[in-house]
């Protein structure tokens, strides 16, 4: 009798509705209807979507970072992110949002003790004290939407003991099968050519560099407390095992399924339960054939490297590495640098940072909007 009694919808805050992540978090909504009611959507500058995400879900609250009314809005109000991510029905705020506007916003849900779903690996870089401190003040979870630290998590999920060892899963992204020297006449359009995940233009080229994996490490560090030494990266080009966590017996276990973000988003929305969602693709293990595991030559990836001595550094080091890497792809999409230019182009936005080891929110988000300022600015110096 009991699984026929209705639920009422979770009512769901989407911090960045008009982007990669969260039009698939959309889609994901959309096809489960009776389990979710949106109650607020914020975007960046695509107002013309959002207006039509508007129309179709019917929230509440909107927020623009433009400042920019959607059309035919009239019953849905301007708020802010942290009205929004604040909102007194809220059951779940989604943090899609690229940059480090959702950190404060995503602070607040969690101190106020609503759950957070964090597709935003930079914000657990940048403040994973303070976000790890905010959802243990608000008796609350963090749960990963990114494909890596959401397979971790179900790995662990119900486990008693503490995992001795994560190893993080690298598809090695565009240029996998490429030479160090063949690298430096890639182009933006060929380096978004992922040759298994369809992701936003920025995650696409850290995927490319491997700064994503590295990334993963530190937010898998700060997600799960492990330390840093028992985090390894193997390369898996097939996609399919997401990631793995070892115990102290030496059992292993993996999360499997095929390259499609909605499923880590879905498993985060529904949390604790799992529903069927009849518009994803099945895994089918005779189809998807063999899966292979190669060690990561980090020659190939020095950006991978240099990320993981920044975190180590600790302080505000990790704000100012996301701030870098920021803005050297920003240049290297515009064709302002070559691809093989974004390591050296981050390192010398590092080189004058003056860290803070202690830092507070605003201390944390400015050291990432400085020396991704700087690297703008100082762009010229590398190319002369």
């Not at 939407?145 to 992204?173: F, H, M, N, Y």
Request: proline content about 6%; glycine content about 8%; some cysteine.
């Amino acid at each position: 009798m009991e699984r026929h009694l209705k639920r009422s919808p979770k009512r769901v805050v989407l911090l960045g509705s008009t982007g990669s992540v969260g039009t698939q978090t959309l889609d994901v909504i959309r096809a489960l209807p009776d389990r979710f009611q949106v109650l607020g959507l914020a975007a960046g500058r695509n107002v013309d979507l959002l207006a039509s995400q508007i129309a179709e879900f019917r929230p509440y609250r909107y927020y623009a970072a433009d400042g920019r009314e959607p059309e035919n809005a009239e019953d849905c109000r301007p708020a802010s992110l942290m009205e929004l991510a604040t909102l007194n029905d809220v059951d779940l705020v989604v943090a899609a949002m690229s940059g480090a506007d959702a950190l404060e916003p995503a602070i607040a849900a969690l101190r106020a003790g609503i759950p957070v779903a964090l597709a935003n690996k930079e914000l657990v870089v940048m403040a994973g004290e303070h976000l790890r401190a905010a959802a243990k003040h608000g008796n609350t979870e963090i749960l990963p939407v990114d494909s890596e630290p959401s397979a971790i998590w179900q790995c662990i999920r119900g486990e008693q003991e503490e995992p001795k060892r994560l190893i993080i899963t690298a598809s090695g992204g565009a240029f996998r099968d490429k030479s160090w020297d063949a690298l430096r006449t890639v182009t933006p359009e060929e380096a978004l050519e992922h040759p298994t995940w369809q992701m936003g233009r920025k995650i696409t080229i850290d995927s490319a560099t491997l700064i994503n994996k590295a990334l993963e490490v530190i937010e898998a560090h700060w997600l799960f407390d492990i330390p840093y030494e028992q985090i390894d990266v193997v390369m898996h080009k097939q996609s399919i095992v997401h990631s793995m966590v070892e115990f102290q017996d030496g059992s292993v276990k993996a999360q499997l399924g095929p390259p499609d973000l909605r499923y880590p988003i879905q498993c985060a929305l529904t949390h604790p339960e799992r529903v069927e969602n009849g518009t994803l693709p099945r895994f089918n293990p005779i189809e998807t054939g063999s899966l292979t595991f190669e060690e990561l030559d980090s020659t190939l990836y020095p950006c991978f490297d240099l990320a993981l001595e920044v975190a180590h550094r600790g302080g505000t080091w990790r704000a100012a590495l996301v701030g870098a890497d920021e803005a050297a792809v920003e240049l290297f999409l515009d064709g302002t640098i070559g691809f093989t230019d974004i390591g050296p182009v981050i390192e010398q936005g590092l080189a004058a940072h003056e860290p803070i080891m202690e830092p507070s929110l605003r201390q944390i988000t400015e050291a990432a909007a400085e020396t991704a300022a700087r690297v703008r600015a100082g762009i010229s110096v590398l190319k002369g």
